[in-house]
Nanobody, 115 residues
Framework: QVQLVESGGGLVQAGGSLRLSCAGSGLHFSISTMGWYRQAPGERRNLVATITNGGSTNYADSVKGRFTISRDNAKKMVYLQINSLKPEDTAVYYC?????????WGQGTQVTVSS
């Protein structure tokens, strides 16, 4: 059974930083493309960042230069370092694993940025 468990969300002031973590189990983590998505109230879930099994990264334009995705295959962990937070970054952040046309999702972690 595939499980993705996020942690690290919280309430932070604008300009602050957070580090989100996602622990994976029950999947071939090292060959999966891992990603972070976010969903604000009343909006669709949108891509934040992805990282391939080879370490190639992709970011949404709105987070480039502020967010950094990384992974540790030995620990089956993926991270999202979030700097210079803005109120518009407020959302539930979801961890995603993509493997052979299947998508797996975590339960999400709330990030709230106060102005």
């Amino acid at each position: 059974q595939v499980q993705l468990v996020e942690s690290g969300g919280g309430l932070v002031q604008a300009g602050g930083s957070l580090r989100l973590s996602c622990a994976g189990s029950g999947l071939h983590f090292s060959i999966s493309t891992m990603g972070w998505y976010r969903q604000a109230p009343g909006e669709r879930r949108n891509l934040v960042a992805t990282i391939t099994n080879g370490g190639s990264t992709n970011y949404a334009d709105s987070v480039k230069g502020r967010f950094t995705i990384s992974r540790d295959n030995a620990k089956k962990m993926v991270y999202l370092q979030i700097n210079s937070l803005k109120p518009e970054d407020t959302a539930v952040y979801y961890c995603n694993a993509h493997l052979m046309n299947y998508d797996y999702w975590g339960q999400g972690t709330q990030v709230t940025v106060s102005s």
